[in-house]
């Protein structure tokens, strides 16, 4: 599931297992690193929602144990054990789960679009005048980023390199423990920061909150809203513009004047979707499952994009029918649902507005798939358009470099003060809420992460 043909072509992949296995197959995640994959909707649904025969806490992985799988193998940073939400069973993840959300809250609630639609207005103009432009590295990878950079108070001009240390990550190849180290040295150097001025991100609040993390639990918590807020978000921006630009179904009726994105949306998530096969539990006894009995502490990885393309479920246009498991399912559900489809949205409307007319520069059948077992993830989506003139009005030139192309866009930055949680001193970062501004004008960035790690 690492080679280059799995990735031009995993739906035929998913199919041979089918044929091959039925509902679970035996794979290869990377060289040397095995487990089983889950086809079948049903079954992953089951194997997602089953917390007592099914752990999410990898520390119980067999070839771990055994020295088979190294802590330097290329999927180990999105498979061996962080000390974060998303790692954890029970107790220790409704501790680390309630930090987070504890956090989030003290976000203002709004303008979470209207951030996102600046913030695109300012990369368009950045390549609006060239009549090209590579839709993935110039802009679907950009706007995470952003977002994520003023919820945590990070450095802008840090932007591109963290989006070239989260693609090592996810494309889990050689370069992906070097990747790792380098994200944990500049998460200890945010935290350290934080730690002498605070302010007022969910960095500062993280540390101030009652549960008193440590600084390896902070950084891991950090690390998860970012591994699922910037790769993963991108994938889908980058899929769904594909999608509305190359299949007619869709770009029939764009050319009619429409611009059907949440339909879009909706058909990434079924066919490809960003994390295509991650929910990864470990049998807690050997289990006994569509005829195969599944090993104690042997990994078992649901197929999301299989699994959505399971026969019984599948229709020529499923708009509207979010009954996908693009966002897993069960106590580790992503939360995030609504604000992604908030910046994905707003950002493939503010492009389909400002260019109208954009189409592919090369066929479909060209575009480049990047290798990995996790992800559904495009190399590069290059694009063709009406030059458009630039205006003094437009923030950056077309030469804009990579790290202005992170800079703050224009507008009121600052988030309303939050009210302080019951245990948190009131100095520094905590002072009083301030009434929320009514005009669209007046409100404040980066506000509805709460609903995102909610799920509301």
Known sequence: MYGADFAADPHAAYERMRTLYGPIAPVELSPGVFGSLVTSYPLGLEILRDTERF???????????????????????????????????????????????????????????????????????????????????????????????????????????????????????????????ELLRWISGLVASKRQQPSADVTSWLIAHPSRLADDELMQQIILLMAAGTDPQQNLIANSLRLLLADDRFAGELSGGSMPVQDALDEVLWSDPPLANFGTRYPRYDVDLAGVRLRKGEPVVISYAAANKDAALTSDRRSGNRAHLAWSAGAHRCPAERPARVIASVAIERLLDRLPDIELAVPVEQLVWRTGPFHRALAALPVRFPAQVATPAEPLPASASASHRFAETPGDSRWNPPAPLPSTPPAGISTPRQPESESPEKRRLLNSLTAWWRGQ
Not at 55 to 72: L, M, N, Y
């Open 55 to 181: 752990a999410k806490d990898p520390r119980g992985w067999r070839a771990v144990h055994d020295g088979t799988v190294q802590p330097d193998s290329p999927v180990a940073p999105m498979m061996m054990y962080r000390p974060n939400a998303l790692f954890c069973d029970g107790e220790a993840h409704a501790r680390l789960r309630g930090a987070i959300t504890d956090s989030l809250d003290r976000v203002d609630p709004h303008a979470l679009s209207e951030y996102v639609e600046r913030s695109a207005e300012t990369l368009i103009d950045a390549f609006a005048s060239k009549g090209e432009a590579d839709l993935l590295s110039e802009y679907a990878a950009v706007i995470p980023l952003l977002v994520f950079n003023q919820l945590f108070g990070a450095l802008a001009a840090d932007g591109p390199k963290l989006v070239e240390t989260m693609g090592k990550l996810f494309d889990s190849g050689e370069d992906a423990a070097q990747a790792n180290d």
